[in-house]
């Protein structure tokens, strides 16, 4: 950081920023190998929309630090331990139903989470956040109507979904933390108490798991680590795959 | 019906789905619309290839905008066929079975990032110039489809290009992967206009019907014409010792191609054949419960709408 600059205020964007930058790579390995053309289609627009999302959050995070660092020195120069995205996010594709149901959990969060945001006393922050929950409002439609499709569809598609949300739960506690970093950013207005979130999410998971005919997971143990860099040994597979040119030629423009 | 129907087509009268049409005109349109749809599709693999290492978060946008337009073409062309009475999972299917065919440009590979730019700059722009005349072809649906088709081709060419300039321009490794790029590209780029038009076995009924309105020779042309001052531009070697301007006749001259290797790849020996297909068939087979499952849902949804 140089001298004056906001730290509390950089880490914060970086959180913002690699969630949507780390999903929307996972959402994009499926791009050309959908199951329908609508799908393959459906979900490479929540790519780009994450990926627009992930360069206005990283490009304020670097002028913010204010070393000259900008969205892909931010995406393509840091190592596993620096980024602050949520384990969910990291998490492997798997199969349609693993990939819906990771998506289902993030939008729903990401939905809430921008309402708040749109109301930080942080202007940029506020404005970023009303163009993405746009974007997410639609994202959360879209996940829960497969959710719910996939859920009370086949017999099949049921096990699936429900062993797809059961593996996941345990990587939903992290997006409702509460850390030192997020209390001074509440104190200053930036954004709100994630906790509090918690509640509205839990009935909005319960109330469309209900008409997925899908069990509420029961797992009480919950993972985390990664908003303060300690990831799945997955991240590093996803860093190395896409930061290869920008490590391979140094100092390069594209 | 067949002199009545070649005097629409003569008047310059666009055949529409509803509309009598010979047998071989249909076939011909489902052959071809489908091969096309088919190349968009099976086109998505290799640029999709570099999606997930991007350079630049700005790249992978325009990549990942570019693939999904792929789908898209991929999407209204099949709607194309299904006016002329084929489903598209028939048509699917037929690409999965190998019976139909696709652009054999997608059997090579994407080995470097240059290689983005390159099928954007050649591959799009060999596909434009043969697209271009189709906007006016005989059959409504497709030539409309095609209208749209064409534009987003256009700014995709644009964008390859740039992605050239840029390496061409930039550091001596990036300039030598430009070069490479161009050099594994051109010969299969030249080979998209198809056989030349004295073994071309479709040409000569789909000019009658206007279908095609240009020969593969014409359209060859024109493509060289194009791309030879914007390789000079670029800096970069377009690998044919014989390509010269040529005064006499308005044109660039050009060497020989190597049709022993364009039969060969759509025989199915390129280096991606087998590969390619193998992910269609592998999304197509590992979707089979999604779609499955999308289909009970919508059942049950319209049982509990006809007890309500």
Redo the contacts between chains.
């Keep these: 950081m140089s001298a004056g600059s906001d730290n509390i205020l950089f880490e914060y964007l970086l959180r913002l920023g690699d969630n949507c930058?780390i999903l929307s790579?996972r959402l994009?390995?499926w791009?050309?190998?959908?199951?329908?053309?609508?799908?393959?289609?459906a979900l490479?627009?929540v790519?780009?929309d994450l990926?627009?999302q992930?360069?206005l959050w990283?490009s304020y995070a670097g002028e913010v630090e204010g070393r000259g660092r900008g969205?892909?020195d931010l995406?393509?120069l840091r190592d596993a331990r620096e980024f602050r995205n949520v384990l969910l996010v990291e998490q492997s594709n798997a199969?349609?139903a693993f990939t819906t149901a990771r998506q289902f959990y993030f939008d729903a969060w990401h939905s809430l989470a921008l309402s708040e945001l749109m109301r930080s006393a942080d202007v940029r922050v506020a404005e970023i956040a009303e163009k993405a929950a746009k974007e997410v409002t639609y994202h959360l439609q879209r996940s829960s109507e497969w959710v719910?499709?996939?859920g009370?569809?086949?017999e099949?598609?049921r096990h699936?979904m429900q062993t797809a949300v059961d593996a996941l739960w345990s990587y939903t506690g992290e997006l409702f933390e509460m850390d030192e970093m997020d209390r001074s950013a509440r104190e200053r207005g930036l954004g709100p108490d994630w906790s509090a979130l918690r509640e509205r999410w839990m009935q909005y998971v319960a109330r469309t798991f209900a008409e997925a005919t899908l069990e509420i997971p029961q797992g009480t143990w919950m993972q985390r680590g990664g908003r303060h860099g300690v990831h799945s040994e997955r991240l590093g597979y996803i860093l190395a795959?896409?930061q290869?040119?920008?490590r391979a030629?140094p100092?390069?423009?594209? | 019906m067949s002199a009545e129907f070649q005097e629409r087509i003569e008047a310059g009268i666009k055949i529409e789905p509803k509309d009598e049409m010979p047998e071989g005109y249909r076939n011909t349109l489902i052959r071809q619309i489908s091969q096309h749809a088919h190349s968009e599709i099976v086109g998505q693999l290799p640029e999709g290839n570099w999606i997930t290492r991007a350079p630049t978060l700005k790249r992978k946008a325009i990549l990942l905008a570019k693939v999904q337009d792929e789908a898209g073409h991929g999407l209204y062309l099949y709607a194309a066929v299904e006016t002329l009475g084929v489903t598209r999972e028939q048509t699917i299917q037929d690409l999965l079975s190998g019976k139909a065919k696709y652009s054999s440009i997608f059997n090579y590979p994407t080995l470097t990032w240059a290689d983005i730019g390159a099928i954007g700059w050649l591959v799009d722009g060999a596909a434009i110039i043969n697209q271009i005349p189709i906007c006016r072809c005989s059959y409504g649906p497709y030539a409309r489809a095609m209208v749209r088709i064409c534009k987003e081709e256009t700014f995709h060419q644009r964008q390859g290009f740039e992605i050239m300039l840029t390496l061409a321009r930039g550091t001596p490794e990036q300039k030598a992967m430009a070069q490479d790029a161009l050099n594994r590209w051109w010969w299969p780029s030249l080979m998209m206009h198809g056989p030349p038009d004295a073994d071309s076995k479709h040409s000569a009924q789909s000019m009658a019907w206007k279908i095609k309105l240009f020969s593969n020779d014409e359209l060859r042309q024109k493509f060289v014409d194009q791309i030879a001052p914007q390789a000079d531009f670029l800096g970069l070697k377009i690998p044919d010792p014989d390509l010269k301007w040529n005064p006499e006749r308005g044109h660039y001259d050009f060497g020989p191609i190597d049709w022993n290797e364009f039969y060969s790849v759509i025989q199915g020996n390129g280096p991606c054949n087998r590969e390619r297909l193998q992910a269609r068939i592998d999304a197509h087979r590992q979707g089979a419960w999604v779609r499955d499952a999308a289909a009970a849902y919508a059942a049950k949804q319209r049982a509990k709408a006809r007890v309500a």
Aim: net charge negative.
């Design positions: 930058l790579q994009s390995e791009c050309g190998h959908g199951p329908v053309l609508e799908e393959d289609i490479t627009n790519a780009l990926l627009g992930a360069r990283l969205e892909d995406a393509f199969d349609y719910i499709r996939l009370d569809g086949t099949e598609s699936r795959e896409m290869f040119l920008q030629y100092g390069a423009k594209w």
